[in-house]
């Protein structure tokens, strides 16, 4: 009912931007240099479930860390940070990606759509600018789950990555409420 209605699509936008990182056929074993403006970023991140909420172990200046790595931190605990850094690797900038999310949804003739971040978290003064169909999110979903990689990561229920020199791990534990016991 109203597929075509555009709407507010929060933490599913992050399944098309692994979608949109795959498709650019960059190596899971990619190395990435966290930066400090990396850091900021709100919401989950990679050891906090939310801006205020850390338990684990946080991304920090200078450790490197594999694209594979990111896309785990992204489709499995949701981590906004490990969303925005993919987004900066692949094409130099949060904004330049975005704007290749918006173009490449016209290019899958996607209608009422409107990517405003790679991650899904919106200022609220965007929420309501930001919105993509239910039939288009459904569309992307169908093209992102014909990655195997993709597949695997929506189906882990957790798993610890590390840096690239193995001296920093961070447990990631599932966002998917279906994976519990």
Not at 24 to 49: F, H, M, P
Not at 100 to 117: H, P, R
Not at 135 to 158: G, H, M, N, Y
Request: proline letters at 2%.
């Amino acid at each position: 009912q109203n597929a075509d209605n555009p709407r507010a699509i929060a933490s599913l936008t992050k399944l098309y931007t692994a979608y949109l990182v795959r498709r650019a056929g960059i190596s899971l074993d990619a190395v990435v240099t966290i930066r400090e403006g990396d850091l900021n970023i709100a919401g989950s991140r990679i050891g906090c479930k939310d801006s205020y909420q850390c338990n684990g172990q946080r991304l920090i200046t200078g450790e490197q860390i594999t694209v594979g790595n990111l896309l785990r931190a992204t489709l499995i605990s949701s981590a906004n940070d490990a969303t925005h850094i993919l987004a900066r690797y692949v094409a130099g900038s949060v904004g330049e990606f975005v704007q290749l999310m918006n173009d490449s949804a016209k290019e899958m003739k996607l209608d009422n759509i409107n990517f405003c971040t790679p991650s899904g978290l919106e200022p609220s003064e965007y929420y309501q600018k930001c919105a993509v169909s239910a039939a288009s999110i459904a569309s992307i979903a169908i093209s992102a789950l014909e990655d195997e990689f993709i597949w695997e990561l929506l189906r882990t229920k957790e798993v610890i990555i590390k840096s690239v020199d193995g001296t920093i791990t961070h447990k990631l534990e599932s966002t998917n409420r279906f994976l519990e016991d």
